[in-house]
């Protein structure tokens, strides 16, 4: 018998038994015998590029699956050293929730301050035109600084609320991990927000590109004229605010265009604001203002009706439109 005998069967099944291995036999199972004629070595076929190719794959996908395992197990062991209990992980979300409401309900009374102190000024340059009179370049200056600094005041509400939606997903997340690693029941529905106050981002519309936003904010016009009951205060390409409350019936509203930095479109946000007393408090929890906010995003979504007069027609004062 050869020094090297191999058993191997070709695609019809019958069985050779060759000293030397050929071409036709690579892609076979084929067994190495010894002197004896016995078995010592199996050897698999050689693979085609296909299967290379899908090997190659599959063993990427089990060290993907390998990486995920270790990094869960490490977040787990995270979860584990930060909370004790699924109360720790609720005040932890509270604290967060109640330092951004803080926040915004600093930024709520600044942004009324600076509407009433713009409709002062603004008044002031309304009485320097009837007198004939220039209004003066200092003041116009302290309008559009105003101006700014409510659009910057609306910003920072809408990215506050964007956060604390954040935080509740994360929070249920958590939840939801932490009953499983102890083997707890499943948690009760919890509540992503705090029931007693809509949550901003109900108020918040996507639109894709510049000619989107621009037949957005021309219908976002359209709406404050319908449904705020004070006078338009400001009105430029990226913010429209109304004059502060004076009734407690009274809806005061604003729109911001809100554009980041290197990202398609905007977002238009409407921020509703009632008068500050017990009365304006009961209005602004009721059915009316409830409508106002709820129909914002449809109303600008649609096109406009062919009969309805173009946003921004007409003359505005310098009092209305300085700083733009």
């Known amino acids: 018998m050869a020094e090297q005998l191999y058993r191997w069967a070709d695609a019809q099944g019958r069985v050779h038994y060759t000293d030397a291995l050929p071409p036709e036999a690579a892609e076979q199972n084929r067994s190495l015998l010894d002197k004896r004629g016995v078995a010592v070595k199996e050897i698999e076929p050689l693979k085609s590029k296909e299967q290379y190719v899908r090997d190659q794959e599959l063993k990427h996908l089990r060290a993907e699956e390998d990486r995920l395992k270790q990094e869960q197990a490490r977040e787990d062991a995270l979860l584990l050293n930060l909370y004790s209990s699924e109360e720790e992980i609720r005040m932890a979300r509270d604290g967060k929730m109640a330092a951004l409401d803080g926040l915004n309900e600093i930024t709520r009374v600044n942004i009324q301050r600076l509407k009433v102190h713009l409709e002062k000024m603004q ?68 509540k992503t927000l705090p029931p007693e106050k809509p949550s901003l981002l109900e108020t918040v519309a996507q639109c894709a590109d510049t000619a989107a936003c621009d037949a957005a904010w021309v219908r976002a016009e359209a709406y404050v004229r319908k449904e705020a009951t004070t006078r338009i205060q400001m009105l430029g390409r990226n913010i429209i605010v109304t004059a502060p409350p004076v009734k407690p019936q009274d809806i005061s509203l604003a729109v911001s265009r809100i554009e980041k930095p290197g990202r398609p479109g905007a977002q238009l946000f409407l921020n509703v604001q009632c008068k500050d007393s017990s009365a304006g408090a009961e209005f602004c929890a009721g059915d009316r203002v409830a409508r106002v906010r709820h129909g914002f995003r449809a109303f600008i979504s649609p096109p406009a009706p062919a009969d309805q007069p173009s946003a921004g027609a007409g003359s505005n004062s310098a009092a209305e439109t300085a700083g733009h």
């Open 123 to 190: 008044q002031d340059a309304a009485d320097a035109e009837r007198a004939g009179r220039s209004v003066a370049k200092a003041l116009l200056n302290r309008i559009e600084e105003a101006r700014q600094k409510i659009k910057q005041g609306f910003e920072s509400l809408i990215e506050r609320e964007q956060q604390k939606a954040e935080i509740n997903e994360k929070f249920l997340s958590d939840l939801r991990r932490y009953r499983t690693i102890k083997k707890l029941d499943e948690p009760k529905p919890e």
